[in-house]
């Protein structure tokens, strides 16, 4: 199983932002799509912001396309999604993966495993 810490969670206010960090362990984000999911109180894992490390080639769900900006830092071997105008419908525990496949099966397919996430809450 591929290691990751989420971090970078916590409470805003509606229209404000955040930025979520994805650290990996033991293995090397550059060679992998990666991409960032979410999960709200008795739904299911939705994959909201996805990206091909070869190309560059991005996903976004339609609820956050515009306002959250999937990136990677390879010096640090982290990737981050930055969350801006920032709505209560976002508020989830949030994930990071990685796998070798395309942004759109990332996003799409579910998963088995998860790691610990991390809580975004937006309310007044």
């Known amino acids: 199983q591929l290691q990751f810490v989420e971090s970078g969670g916590g409470w805003v206010q509606p229209g404000g932002s955040l930025r979520l960090s994805c650290a990996a362990s033991?293995?090397?984000?550059?060679?992998?799509?990666i991409g960032w999911f979410r999960q709200a109180p008795g739904k299911e894992h939705e994959g909201v912001a996805c990206?091909?490390?070869?190309?560059?080639?991005?996903y976004y769900a339609d609820s956050v396309e515009g306002r959250f900006t999937i990136s990677r830092d390879s010096g640090k071997n982290t990737v981050y999604l930055q969350m801006n105008r920032l709505e209560p419908e976002d508020t989830a525990v949030y994930y990071c993966?990685?796998?070798?496949?395309?942004?759109?099966?990332?996003?799409?397919?579910?998963?088995?495993?998860w790691g610990q996430g991390t809580q975004v809450t937006v309310s007044l």
């Open positions: 990206i091909d490390s070869s190309d560059g080639i991005t």
């Open positions: 993966a990685a796998d070798y496949t395309t942004v759109q099966a990332m996003c799409h397919v579910p998963r088995d495993y």
């Open positions: 033991g293995f090397t984000l550059d060679y992998y799509t």
